[in-house]
Structures are given as C-alpha cells and as structure tokens.
C-alpha cells in the first residue's frame, strides 16, 4: 500500500494485512509525539511486543493489539465489503 508519509489523513483507513495496522501505530504514535518505550508503558505492553507489532508482525496477539489501539485514540470497525459506510453504501 503506498501512502504519503507527509499527510497522516491519507495513511488511515482500510486494512488488510499486519503491515497495514503496524504503519497505522507507528504513524500515530509518532503523530502525537511518543516513544515507544511510553507507548508501550502507558497500553500495558512490552516494548518489544510493539516494536514487533509496528515491523507487522503476523503474530501479534489481538487482545493487546486492541490495547494499543484505544490507548491511541484510534478505532477499529468491521463490516461486510458489501456495505462499506466510508463509500456510503447502505
């Protein structure tokens, strides 16, 4: 997936592959200003889990995924491809 490193609103969205959620956590992370090691500190987690989970790791544990996620501030929703809300399908 290319992307534009320069505009953070262009780099979220769909995705598909650990890769993608990865980018979405280092690109935010780095957005608000914090280092890993506090990131991991203040969602419950180890460094190196995610310094792992930001290379893609396939692996990754989903519950602490999660974790990380929220303490972000980002949100994760699913729905069928069939009735993508972000295309305005109904």
């Known amino acids: 997936m ?8 262009t780099n ?3 995705v598909s592959t650990s890769r993608d959620i990865g980018r979405i956590i280092r690109m935010k992370r780095k ?4 280092r890993q090691e506090t990131a991991a500190g ?4 180890g460094t190196k889990f ?3 989970l930001e290379n ?3 692996t990754a544990e989903l519950g602490k995924t ?6 972000l501030g980002l949100e994760v929703y699913v729905f069928p491809r069939s009735r993508n809300p ?3 399908d109904k």
């Not at 203040?42 to 987690?45: A, E, K, P």
């Not at 999660?66 to 303490?71: E, T």
């Open 2 to 9: 290319a992307t534009d490193e320069a505009d953070p609103a």
């Open 66 to 71: 999660l974790q990380i996620l929220r303490k």
């Open 12 to 14: 979220y969205g769909k």
């Open 42 to 45: 203040m969602s419950g987690v």
């Open 86 to 88: 972000l295309r305005g």
């Open 56 to 58: 893609g790791k396939e």
């Open 50 to 52: 995610l310094s792992q």
């Open 31 to 34: 957005e608000i200003g914090v």
